[in-house]
C-alpha cells in the first residue's frame, strides 16, 4: 500500500544541471501535483495534471517542466538548476471530482542548488 | 498577495486542552477547504474537509468552522494530544477544480 512515491529522497545540484524528480502513484488517481514548500511560504503549486495526458502551469511554474507519462507517473524537471529552487517538492494525487477527499502527498524531495 | 493566510506561525497547548488554529482567506470563489498536518520529513497528511455549504464538520477529535461572511475556517482538537504535535497547513480551491491553495502553516506544539 505505496500510495504516492517520490525519488530521489536528497538531491545537491550545481547551478545549471539539470535533473528530474519522480512520482508514481497507484492509487489509480487522475489528477496529479507538484508543490514546493519553502519557508515562510507554504506549499506553492507548481504543476497539475487534471488527467492521463493533460498538464497545466500553477501558481510558480517558471523554471520547471512536467511529463505526465502515464496514468501513474508524474516527472518534474528542472532544466537548468537555480539557487532560488532549493526547497522541499512534494508530489501529491486526488481522484478526480472529488476535491473535499484532498490530495495524497508524498514524502517529500530535499533540492538544494549550490 | 496571500489568498490563504494563516497568520499564528506557533501555538502551545497543554494535553488534553483545547487547539485552535485559524484560517483567513481573501478569494470568495473558494468553495472547498481542507485542513492538513505535517510530521517532519514526511508529506502532508489529509486531517480533515469542509465545503461552503456546511458551516461545521467534525471528526473524532477534530472540528472545521467555516465563517463565510468573514472568510475564516479555524480547526479545533479536543483533547489535544502529544502526537498532534505538527504543522498544520489549511488549504482552499475554488468551484470544484484541482488546484488547492495553502495557507504558510502554524506549528502546534502540546505539552504534556
Known amino acids: 500500500n505505496a500510495g504516492v512515491t517520490q525519488t530521489p529522497k536528497f538531491q545537491v545540484l550545481k547551478t545549471g544541471q539539470s535533473m528530474t524528480l519522480q512520482c508514481a502513484q497507484d492509487m489509480n488517481h487522475n489528477s496529479m501535483y507538484w508543490y514546493r514548500q519553502d519557508p515562510g511560504m507554504g506549499l506553492r503549486l507548481i504543476y497539475y495534471?487534471?488527467?492521463?495526458?493533460?498538464?497545466d502551469k500553477g501558481e510558480v511554474p517558471n523554471g520547471y517542466n512536467v511529463s505526465r507519462l502515464n496514468k501513474r507517473e508524474f516527472s518534474l524537471r528542472l532544466e537548468s538548476a537555480a539557487p532560488s529552487q532549493t526547497s522541499v517538492y512534494f508530489c501529491a494525487s486526488s481522484e478526480q471530482g472529488l476535491p473535499n477527499y484532498g490530495y495524497t502527498f508524498g514524502s517529500g524531495t530535499r533540492l538544494t542548488v549550490v | 498577495d496571500q489568498q490563504v493566510k494563516q497568520n499564528s506561525p506557533s501555538l502551545s497547548v497543554q494535553e488534553g486542552r483545547i487547539s485552535i488554529l485559524n484560517c483567513d482567506y481573501t478569494?470568495?470563489?473558494?468553495?472547498?477547504f481542507l485542513w492538513y498536518k505535517k510530521y517532519p520529513a514526511e508529506g502532508p497528511t489529509f486531517l480533515i474537509s469542509?465545503?461552503?455549504?456546511?458551516d461545521k464538520n467534525e471528526d473524532g477529535r477534530f472540528t472545521v468552522f467555516l465563517n463565510k461572511s468573514a472568510k475564516h475556517l479555524s480547526l479545533h482538537i479536543v483533547p489535544s494530544q502529544p502526537g498532534d504535535s505538527a504543522v498544520y497547513f489549511c488549504a482552499a480551491s475554488a468551484g470544484g477544480t484541482y488546484k488547492y491553495i495553502f495557507g504558510t502553516g502554524t506549528r502546534l506544539k502540546v505539552l504534556a
Open positions: 469542509i465545503s461552503s455549504i456546511k
Open positions: 478569494n470568495s470563489m473558494f468553495d472547498y
Open positions: 495534471s487534471a488527467s492521463e495526458g493533460t498538464t
